[in-house]
């Protein structure tokens, strides 16, 4: 033992042992009691480990606290508002769709559908009436150069798209155009599993029973598309009306095709609501079905003004009081 040693141990009052354990080996500073140490009994050394990194301390984490997903100033939770839609009188000439517009020309229809699918007109029209100066015929559009009619078309979304449908449209227009008595398969339109026993390439003419449309083979052509078409354009290319409202029918018996419409978007499903009301009919969208229409509602209809959706249906408000109410105007 070092003399300095002895010497601090004695100025303690310390015996020489003290530095030594029970056993013949000294104490280690890695006690047997952590876990994760080889086994030992009081009869056999420590064995000795190297010895670990003491650990750092880690900084305490403060929560935060979350910030409220429900405003303080706004304790309810903001719901969408009810769907809307003003109603001109039903002796208005026109309800105001872009549709009627071009009704006689279902080529730029085509086209405005697929401007109009997931977005509002009022982004909308003013695009596609640039469009329409920049590309006025078909042969025009067939011919547009993409990355232009992309950029023309970015404010839209899904530019790319639109401008790919809009230019092959026009291509296959050129090529296979609507005609009298050549209707093609448009698989689950109008009704889930419609169209099934056609073949995709089959062409069917008006004597066969099947379900199948007209523009039915014309990329980009959809639900929307082919309401919007039925509704305005297929009277006149069938050469039974010079319009959608019978105007010149070849028969007395005549039922203009927008009667047997059952559109899925909302506006045209306003529009059909106004024209049934032109008839004083209630209809269903849903079903098709039809009830006469009360005075109440007539004089509504007669009026014009604001409408909502309930369940589905067009109800057109019924007093001032009301729509203030509601806060429609």
């Given at each position: 033992m070092p003399e300095e040693?002895?010497?601090?141990?004695?100025?303690?009052?310390?015996?020489?042992?003290?530095?030594?354990?029970?056993?013949?080996?000294c104490l280690s500073d890695v006690?047997?009691?952590?876990?994760?140490?080889?086994?030992?009994?009081?009869?056999?050394?420590?064995?000795?480990?190297?010895?670990?990194?003491?650990?750092?301390?880690?900084?305490?984490?403060?929560?935060?606290?979350?910030i409220p997903k429900i405003s303080p100033y706004f304790p309810n939770p903001l719901i969408e508002p009810e769907s809307c839609l003003p109603f001109p009188p039903i002796d208005a000439p026109s309800f105001g769709l872009i549709q009627e517009q071009l009704a006689h020309d279902p080529f730029r229809l085509l086209i405005a559908t697929i401007f109009l699918n997931r977005t509002r007109g009022g982004v909308a029209i003013p695009v596609l009436f640039q469009v329409f100066n920049r590309y006025p015929t078909v042969e025009a559009m067939a011919a547009a150069e993409l990355s232009e009619l992309v950029s023309m078309m970015h404010s839209l979304g899904f530019q790319n798209q639109r401008a790919k449908k809009c230019i092959s449209l026009a291509q296959t227009w050129l090529?296979?155009?609507?005609?009298?008595?050549?209707?093609?398969?448009?698989?689950?339109?109008?009704?889930?599993?419609?169209?099934?026993?056609?073949?995709?390439?089959?062409?069917?003419?008006?004597?066969?029973?099947?379900?199948?449309?007209?523009?039915?083979?014309?990329?980009?052509v959809g639900a929307y598309s082919l309401d919007s078409w039925r509704i305005f354009c297929r009277d006149e290319l069938r050469g039974l009306a010079r319009d959608w409202n019978g105007t010149g029918a070849q028969t007395s018996d005549f039922i203009?095709?927008?009667?047997?419409?059952?559109?899925?978007?909302?506006?045209?499903?306003?529009?059909?609501?106004?024209?049934?009301?032109k008839e004083r009919w209630a209809w269903d969208r849903e079903t098709g079905e039809r009830?006469?229409?009360?005075?109440?509602?007539?004089?509504?209809?007669?009026?014009?003004?604001?409408?909502?959706?309930?369940?589905?249906?067009?109800?057109?408000?019924?007093s001032p009081m009301k729509k203030v109410a509601n806060g429609l105007t």
């Open positions: 040693t002895r010497l601090l141990l004695e100025k303690l009052d310390l015996s020489s042992d003290f530095l030594c354990s029970d056993s013949d080996t006690h047997s009691s952590i876990a994760g140490d080889e086994e030992t009994n009081s009869h056999s050394a420590v064995v000795p480990r190297t010895p670990t990194k003491k650990s750092v301390p880690q900084p305490v984490k403060l929560s935060r606290s979350k090529a296979n155009p609507p005609t009298k008595g050549k209707r093609y398969r448009e698989l689950h339109y109008p009704r889930k599993m419609d169209g099934r026993d056609i073949s995709q390439d089959e062409c069917i003419d008006d004597n066969d029973p099947r379900v199948a449309w007209e523009i039915a083979h014309l990329p980009g203009p095709e927008w009667k047997s419409v059952l559109p899925h978007d909302k506006e045209l499903r306003a529009y059909l609501t106004w024209m049934w009301l009830t006469r229409a009360s005075e109440k509602m007539m004089r509504a209809a007669r009026r014009g003004g604001v409408a909502h959706e309930e369940e589905g249906n067009w109800v057109l408000e019924m």
